[in-house]
């Protein structure tokens, strides 16, 4: 099976992983026994540049879809990190505070953000897209952006 | 659909220690930014050169144009060796010499008269973009 | 050249696509221009690619310092297949997440936050220039 779908822009190659859900704003989520492991896309950290800080909220907040679940600084932005599921946060990779490159050099793997106990994890995944929908909504947004 | 590329790879040298690796990095992006936005994409060197999956696909499936800073050419023969004949090999001191502009100086901190070298550089490489594309 | 008279060879990315490539060419001209002019040499990477004899003479023979805009490393990684001595390897961007105010835009032209960005890190790399050069003389 194909692990990784990807579409070309110039010169550069964007990867959606098969297999995890998406949303629309460029985060993906890997759901696994009511536990939902959330990262942002490679069309996400390739837009927003090299990542220096990553500052996730704190395991034990209680967040919903949509919420402020921390912060990533780029050379280029400060970008408010955005809860793509509710649930309760469990874990953060304390690996992105020595090494916050693993967003930009494996964001759907080594550069993960936070695990989250769902509240509702079939309801959850309703509300989320397929890797072959999501990078639709991507090439879009690359045609968008080129004008 | 049409087999005709609608874009064109751009290396420069950016050679730190010499006046025309400068002017060739400014010119480069100058394409890139103002004269030929849609039609051109700079490639790394130092990417390049390095392995990245990127600039060498993009130099295996596109025509490319290198911009060296002197005679002793790197981007032209790294590119070469890596990749492929370039379809243009342009110099900055001939392009220079053949538009009556005298040689620049500076490293950094251009001032007027390197940014017009500069802008000439750019010029000729739009219009190398432009006979690629129009081929 | 004897050891006395070593220099250190410092190399930058120089890498056209990101700011960061931009604040590790500026590093290396401020340390070679401003902060130790005397005792360090900037050398074009691009040499590397085609086997430049004087270039690779230089690396094999003087401790290098290799300034890299991002974690991809890409000057290190020539200078180390090319037959480098020893490098110093540094990246931009981990002195811009000691002075994260300072924010480098622009590529052609680095801007303001840039440039000062890139003065404190040559400053900072002052210290291992002399480092490398004690070695040296200790080796002799």
């Known amino acids: 099976m194909t692990e990784f779908l990807q579409t070309t822009f110039d010169k550069f190659i964007f990867t959606v992983k098969v297999g995890y859900l998406y949303t629309e704003d460029d985060y993906w989520v890997d759901i696994r026994d009511a536990v939902a492991t959330v990262g942002v896309t490679d069309y996400l ?59 930009n050099s494996d964001p759907y793997g080594a550069g993960w953000i936070c695990r989250i106990k769902l509240a509702d994890p079939e309801g959850t995944k309703e509300g989320l897209l397929q890797a072959e929908a999501y990078i639709k909504i991507m090439k879009g947004k690359l045609e968008g952006e080129a004008g | 659909m049409s087999d005709k590329p609608r874009k064109v790879g751009i290396i420069s040298c950016s050679g730190e220690a010499i006046p025309g690796g400068t002017i060739s990095r400014v010119a480069c992006r100058r394409v890139l930014e103002d004269l030929r936005p849609r039609q051109s994409v700079t490639i790394c060197l130092p990417l390049f050169i390095a392995g990245g999956e990127e600039e060498r696909m993009f130099a295996d499936l596109f025509p490319t144009i290198t911009v060296d800073g002197c005679e002793k050419r790197c981007a032209a023969l790294g590119t070469e060796r890596l990749s492929g004949k370039p379809t243009k090999t342009l110099i900055v001191t001939e392009i220079l010499k053949e538009r009556g502009i005298p040689p620049t100086t500076k490293l950094r901190n251009l001032g007027l008269e390197e940014k017009a070298a500069a802008q000439a550089v750019a010029e000729e490489v739009a219009a190398a973009i432009d006979e690629i594309l129009a081929t | 050249m004897n050891k006395e008279n070593r220099k250190v060879a410092v190399f930058a990315c120089s890498g056209i696509g990101k700011p960061l490539g931009s604040v590790a060419r500026e590093i290396g001209y401020e340390l070679t221009e401003r902060v130790r002019p005397d005792t360090t040499v900037l050398t074009c ?3 590397l690619v085609i086997n430049d004899p004087d270039a690779r003479k230089l690396i094999a023979e003087n401790p290098v310092i290799a300034i890299d805009g991002c974690v991809l490393d890409c000057a290190k990684k020539s200078l180390e297949a090319n037959g480098a001595k020893s490098v110093r390897a540094y990246q931009s961007i981990d002195f811009f997440k000691k002075h994260s105010h300072l924010k480098p835009e622009g590529i052609a032209e680095l801007n303001e936050a840039g440039k000062k960005l890139a003065a404190l890190a040559a400053d900072e790399l002052a210290g291992v220039v002399d480092e490398l050069l004690e070695e ?5």
């Open chain 1, 45 to 103: 950290q390739k837009s927003n540049g090299d990542v220096a800080f990553v500052e996730p909220v704190k395991p034990g907040k209680e967040v919903k879809r949509g919420e402020e679940l921390g912060e990533i600084e780029t050379i280029k932005v400060t970008l408010n990190l955005i809860s793509p599921v509710a649930g309760k946060v469990s874990e953060v990779n304390q690996e992105l505070e020595t090494h916050p490159e693993f967003i």
């Open chain 3, 45 to 47: 990477l691009a040499l």
């Open chain 3, 136 to 140: 040296e003389v200790k080796n002799v």
